[in-house]
């Protein structure tokens, strides 16, 4: 049975799944150390993992009896793509923010 692949903006819906890439950011981790982080079960964490094995955010590897995780980042260059268009509205905001608070405190 083949596995669909999932999209990445899809496997970046969900929060549990971004901190689970945000917990890769520093190196690879155990299955087991990782789901040890959420008040959630082994087998919904492994799910998780799943989906973003599936996006191709991080890849497996088997090391005796344990999984460990590697974040594989190459796949957020499309997610960086898409945003590019919206950064200059986001970057006249912070601007704006920042004039206020010069204002209100010089």
Do not use: T
């Not at 969900?14 to 890769?24: D, G, H, I, Q, T």
């Not at 155990?30 to 890849?59: I, K, M, W, Y």
């Amino acid at each position: 049975m083949a596995v669909a692949v999932v999209d990445v903006f899809s496997a970046l819906a969900n929060p549990v799944r971004r901190k689970l890439l945000e917990a890769l950011q520093d190196g690879p981790r155990a299955a087991g150390d990782l789901a040890g982080e959420f008040a959630l079960s082994r087998p919904a964490v492994s799910e998780h993992l799943a989906v973003l094995r599936n996006a191709r955010l991080v890849r497996e590897e088997p090391r005796g009896r344990h999984r460990y995780y590697h974040l594989e980042a190459a796949p957020l260059a499309e997610v960086g793509e898409w945003l590019h268009p919206f950064e200059h509205y986001w970057r006249a905001r912070m601007g704006a923010l920042r004039d206020l608070i010069d204002e209100e405190n010089p």
